[in-house]
Nanobody
Framework: QVRLVESGGGSVQAGGSLRLSCAVF???????MGWFRQAPWKEREGVAL????????DYADSVKGRFTISQENDRARLYLHMNTLQPEDTAMYSC?????????????????????WGQGTKVTVYS
């Protein structure tokens, strides 16, 4: 069984930065892990994913160049470094994982393939 616990959300002025953290409890190896977000009245979307086996990453176009996903060497923690935040980044951010291969570890397919989800951490960006 895998359990994910997010932290690091908060309120920040536009242009600011935040780092989200996801603590991983349980065995997770050669898996797809990532960050997803859901804004009010919008569907959940993939933000950034990483395959722990290959290290390959995938980002939503809206965050490329601003967000970076990373993991600790022992895969016990997953991070999302968010820079140059904008009001449209306001959302509930969730960490998720699934035992799928790197070919399925993309922002376009990840949402339906994730097996384990955290409770989420809220990010609010004000102008």
């Amino acid at each position: 069984q895998v359990r994910l616990v997010e932290s690091g959300g908060g309120s920040v002025q536009a242009g600011g930065s935040l780092r989200l953290s996801c603590a991983v409890f349980g065995y997770i190896d050669n898996a797809c892990m990532g960050w997803f977000r859901q804004a009010p009245w919008k569907e959940r979307e993939g933000v950034a994913l990483i395959h722990t086996g290959t290290g390959s990453t995938d980002y939503a176009d809206s965050v490329k160049g601003r967000f970076t996903i990373s993991q600790e060497n022992d895969r016990a923690r997953l991070y999302l470094h968010m820079n140059t935040l904008q009001p449209e980044d306001t959302a509930m951010y969730s960490c998720a994982a699934a035992f799928v291969g790197p070919g399925s570890c993309t922002v376009s397919t990840g949402t339906t393939r994730m097996r384990y989800w955290g409770q989420g951490t809220k990010v609010t960006v004000y102008s």
